[in-house]
């Protein structure tokens, strides 16, 4: 494969950026080998700029439920760009989309919009804490929220514990007053919260873990969440980043059923056009400037574009009745790998949920907790990453993340996917 332009690229890029690019995960470092250059997305596809085509599963992480550059969503960003790229006032686009997420997510009475999820984590802490008066969070080992230092915390030694940075640069002040449990222990939760008292003003999690691979909640375990916090006044802010607007047009809140105090989006909201979002109980969210104390801001929050390309987003999820053709395609993706799963069976797992999916090399036949994903061969991943690269499939650079599946993906790109699969399996397993 010529990939000559890329390093030519690359090599420029280390040396203006940090590892060259604009977030870590694109530099390949735990798959190996030099990051490609992409120049062009379209449908299912992606094309670097080498001019070699591969079918997308990273999907820019999660945002193009659609595919890349749905004829659309490009209609909707020109057109709104022709009107100007942003006014620093209020704008009708602000005012359609707050309400098509509120008539998605009952439990969203009112949002802010805000320009990553991140911004939109870090200003729903922020505001638990406001609004409860209390310091302490807790989070999960095996789920990630961006980049707040706050939550940039490890789980220290001993199961429930306060965190330690988990960055050079992250304080202990800053880690000090974030607790971490074990994804999926109900028990560990109700522990800390006793041990805590009522210093916890919330409990957040992502309600389908993605950033560790993809750990399913076990059954109840949302639902144990939810119980356990109302018996205790704590706040349970779901991070929906990726969940929202992909399991159900209502996220994980529709699709298990549990309703959270505050939620977090972005990512398929913005349509690839930055966005986060926070939102949730009307009387919680009175406490946002410029209506009650808790500060938060933003110069290009609400921005006409981003807004524009998530309207047309999620209007068009609904008019095309893409959740049932994601579905399907799922279970046909499933379907096709059937044999493949089979003949590697004990060595490699999937895992999927709706169009969400991972890739495991581990003799387990489920995996439900970060130790299980920690166990897994992510060698073996790196190489199997660059098995599926060679054969025109691009997979999220890291055995961490997880697939995404796309209204734009076709049954020839997953059988074409199947065959690189198996190759890739039997190349790097023999
Ligand atoms: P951003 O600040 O990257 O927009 O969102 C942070 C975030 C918050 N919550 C969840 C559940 C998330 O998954 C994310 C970001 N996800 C990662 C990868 N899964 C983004 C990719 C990257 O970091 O480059």
Not at 2 to 18: C, D, G, Q, V
Not at 63 to 92: M, Q
Not at 355 to 366: D, H, I, L, M, P
Request: hydrophobic content about 40%; proline content about 5%; aromatic content about 8%.
């Amino acid at each position: 494969m010529n990939i000559e332009k890329s390093k030519e690229l690359y090599s420029k890029a280390i040396r203006l950026m940090p590892g060259g690019v604009n977030s870590p995960v694109r530099a390949f470092r735990s798959v190996g080998g030099e990051p490609l250059f992409m120049k062009q997305g379209r449908g299912s596809r992606l094309v670097d700029v080498d001019d070699n085509e591969y079918i997308d599963y990273c999907m820019s992480w999660g945002p193009l439920i659609l595919g890349h550059a749905d004829s659309d969503v490009i209609k909707a960003i020109t057109g709104a760009a022709a009107n100007g790229t942003s006014f620093g006032t209020p704008n009708p686009f602000e005012v359609t989309i707050a309400g098509m997420v509120a008539k998605r997510f009952p439990s969203i009475e009112k949002i802010r919009f805000v320009n990553s999820g991140t911004e939109a984590v870090m200003s729903a802490i922020r505001l638990a804490r406001g609004f409860t008066g209390k310091n302490r969070i807790i989070k999960f080992d095996g789920c990630y929220h961006g980049h707040a230092d706050h939550l940039l915390v490890a789980a220290g030694s001993g199961l429930a514990t306060f965190g330690t940075p988990d960055s050079a640069g992250v304080t202990p002040g800053n880690a000090a007053d974030t607790l971490i449990v074990p994804f999926n222990d109900l028990e560990a939760v109700a522990e800390t919260v006793e041990k805590n008292g009522d210093t916890i003003a919330a409990v957040i999690l992502e309600p389908l873990p993605c950033n560790y691979s993809m750990i399913p909640p076990a059954d109840g375990f949302l639902r144990g969440v939810r119980e356990l916090c109302d018996r205790k006044g704590i706040l349970l802010i779901f991070d929906e980043v990726i969940t929202g607007f992909r399991l159900a047009p209502g996220g994980a809140q529709e699709y298990y059923g549990v309703a959270a105090d505050l939620t977090t989006l972005g990512k398929i909201i913005g349509g690839g056009l930055p966005v986060g979002a926070y939102g949730g109980r009307a009387d919680i969210m009175s406490m946002i400037a410029p209506d009650g104390p808790v500060y938060q801001a933003g110069t290009l929050s609400g921005n006409p574009l981003a807004m524009a390309a998530g309207i047309t987003t999620l209007e068009k999820l609904d008019r095309t009745g893409a959740y049932m053709k994601l579905k399907k395609l799922s279970d046909e993706f499933a379907g096709i790998l059937a044999p493949v799963l089979k003949k590697h069976e004990g060595r490699f797992l999937l895992q999927r949920l709706e169009s969400v999916f991972a890739f495991y090399f581990t003799g387990r036949k489920e995996v439900s907790s970060l130790a299980q994903v920690k166990e897994c061969d992510m060698k073996l991943f790196g190489r199997f990453h660059a098995g599926m690269l060679s054969r025109g499939i691009y997979l999220s650079p890291s055995g961490y993340e997880v697939g995404f599946l796309s209204t734009a993906h076709s049954s020839a790109d997953l059988e074409k996917t199947a065959a690189a699969i198996d190759e890739s399996l039997r190349a790097v397993l023999a």
